[in-house]
């Protein structure tokens, strides 16, 4: 298939910024990009750095030899907004030392009326303000800015389709990020989400597939499908494709490559979609189903839309189907109303599933969800009692589920190499770290490993 190419619009503007550096410039502008939260937002950033890349900039490490300083935000925890204020704040010195130099803001956070009334009034010196669905436009903003003289400042939330055809540079050249869509229609009470990054879309899944097909094509040997509910991928596309069988496509592509996926979210997650995990040999036998409270009571107040049993029969058909199946899972410890019965009923569930990891957060607010306004009566400090009780079961677990992996063959891509001579790190599809006895030149393969022991690591030989 044909790819869509980027906005005709958009490398117009481009063309112009390139043109206007050549003019002004005597060697090529620099760019520093800080990216803060989730691997969406290291995503988006690695989008607007192959925009940045299409206008002439180059990149650097220091912020004190830039001409553009760009922060992609996160607005999913208080203390990392302000780190951001913080942050941005200390650039300013670098615009009185450098003519011309340009700082812009924008992600989550920017999403948030108070947030840009902020900047609009207390960072005079930050140039470009924008939103989450209009990173595909940075060469225009760049453009106005450097024509104009005017700040710019665009957080329309307009749930437009997503662009296709924005120009990547990804971070790494082994393991790479792909997002399938965009968005999220859950409303989660405690959850910022939909309303920063607006109403779920999903790309089309020729463009994905060819996406996909240019990073194996390119070496990369895993590809991680991206989206905030990856399980509902393909709701309003033309032609109707649903996650499992996207996943099915993705599969076919030739070469040796893994898939991972994340987030998925159980109220989606089909028993179609556990088979397709079970029949593509190069996805990840790996689920990581975030259930965040075992409390039935608990998960209605969270609009989970699922209930502790939908989810243990879920994990038992998962288990059923992909008896190597590896489990993780997110859990919020202490949400408003949750008593410590509750809270021992999440317990009870992680006793139950037994899984390999699991991220765990103590309940945080965020300004503007539902549950920020929560009665919720629970101290700070009794809530850390509980995540500790928490911690040291799945300290057991995962203690018990490494000891016996030991005598198991895995998959594992070898990433580095290890301390020790002769050995490469690398990870199962279990997302587990295992030291491989393996030659330097292996770096970057899949190779099939027996695992041979377990004491603060699990130890492997190439089979
Ligand atoms: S599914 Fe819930 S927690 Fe996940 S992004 Fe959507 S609203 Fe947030």
Redesign the pocket.
Known sequence: MIPSSYSAEQTAYANRVAAYFKEHYSTQPLAHVITYGCQQNVSDSERMKGELALMGYGFTADPAKADFILFNTCAVREHAEDRVYGNVGAMKRYKRTKKGMLIGVCGCMTQQDRVVERFQKSFPFVDLVFGTQVQHRLPEFIYRRLTTGKRVYETKLDNAPIEEGVPVRRDGTLKGWLPIMAG?????T?????YV?GRERSRDPEEIIYEATEMVRSGFKEIMLLG??VNSYGKGLDEPVNFAQLLRRVNAIEGDFRIRFM?S?PKDCSLELLDAIRDCEKVAKHLHL?F?SGSDRILKTM??HYDREKYSELIRQAKERIPQITLSADIIVGFPGESYEDFKQTISLVEEVQFASLFTFIFSPREGTPAAKMADPVSREEKGKWFQELLAVQEKINETYLKNTVGTVQRVLLEELSERDGFCIGHTDGNVSVEVQASPELLGSLVTVHIDSYERHLVGTIC
């Open positions: 999220c229609d859950n409303f989660c405690y959850c910022i989400v939909p990054r905030q509910n987030t979210h975030p965040q609009n989970r």
